[in-house]
């Protein structure tokens, strides 16, 4: 037993190497030119532990980033809920606009963005699987403000969290400016005050 | 004299009929593929034609957008200004949402879109000689609104346009939304809520 469980914790290593492996040549060469070689020298592992577990580079590297925001315990998207919820989209948004202002963070982030514009069956899957969880999270915590009053209760939500995150994602994308916490804390004022509860 | 002018209609014609060919050739095989070559025997034109007046493939390709927003009179940017600023946003974010939505248009703007991700010095160069005159004639119109006590005078009209388009641009570059009038008119309305003049 001591065994089974060594050697699931050796695998997990090796799986973790392989994804951390991944994310690292994303950033250095860029997408089209990581190959599973490359992946699994970084790694210290053969290509053969790759294959087992991936049936191509492109579910490779897709679990690189599912990783992201995942942990032993299951993803990791619950946004804090203190009742208040100007200051917890303030701190949601302060540490968004820091990962994305942070070059190490950013660059695979960048490596596939560029291969979901150009790839929409790509760009569905991200949806899918890692966009969706996320904003299906975002949009239990802004339910939670209408239910306080301190949202409009008839207000989209997809369209709320356009109007929070579309500026901050564009703005990256383009370098068209700093991504600062100021920069944050004005995209939850605006989006507050559009969609604020019609009373209030 | 009648001659003059004669060959400089005919240089204009072989101008513009390169800038088509690059456009069309940008939508059908991909950015990376276009060649001088081939958008020479598409315009008709000889190599040495193109070369005599851009100096290299990066060159067309920009000027080829830029001509999207030019006319012979220069630059057309300019706002509808009725008075009305919801009205006037309405029929600039209308037109948008449609030329987004329509696959001809769109193609070889997703081709320039991917490169200025991946190149800062083309982002650079595109912010400053098409998205920078744009975006002034777009801030002149809010200016207009502000003195018609339309919009907040203290707004920060670079977040006004990011709030406006941004959603539109990302919901686009991941296909992740219909681009309808409709939606064009939510984003007018949410950014005139979020940037409303204080006292109305």
Redesign the interface.
């Known amino acids: 037993m001591t065994d089974a469980k060594g050697s699931s914790r050796r695998s997990e290593r090796s799986r973790q190497a392989i994804l951390a492996a991944t994310r690292a040549l994303i950033s250095e060469v860029g997408y089209t030119k990581v190959s599973i070689e490359a992946i699994a020298a970084r790694a210290g592992v053969g290509k053969q532990t790759i294959y087992r577990w991936w049936p191509s580079k492109g579910a490779v590297i897709f679990d690189s980033f599912l990783a992201l925001s995942t942990t032993e315990e299951g993803p990791q998207v619950e946004l804090p809920d203190t009742g208040d919820i100007e200051a917890d989209l303030k701190v949601v948004m302060r540490a968004t606009a820091a990962e994305f202002a942070d070059p190490e963070f950013e660059r695979p982030i960048?490596a596939l963005?560029?291969e979901?514009?150009?790839d929409?069956e790509l760009?569905?899957q991200f949806?899918e699987k890692l966009?969706r969880p996320v904003d299906e999270a975002k949009k239990a915590r802004l339910r939670s403000a209408q239910r306080a009053g301190q949202l409009d209760p008839g207000a989209?939500l997809?369209?709320v969290l356009?109007?929070l995150?579309?500026?901050l994602?564009?703005?990256w994308?383009?370098?068209?400016?700093p991504l600062t916490a100021e920069y944050a804390d004005?995209l939850v004022d605006?989006?507050l005050?559009?969609?604020r509860a019609p009373s209030s």
Chains 1, 2 share one sequence.
Do not use: K, M
């Not at 994308?173 to 400016?177: A, D, K, M």
């Open positions: 960048r963005e560029v979901i514009v150009n929409p760009a569905a949806r966009a989209d997809d369209l356009e109007v995150y579309a500026p994602f564009q703005r994308l383009h370098r068209s400016g004005s605006v989006t005050r559009a969609f």
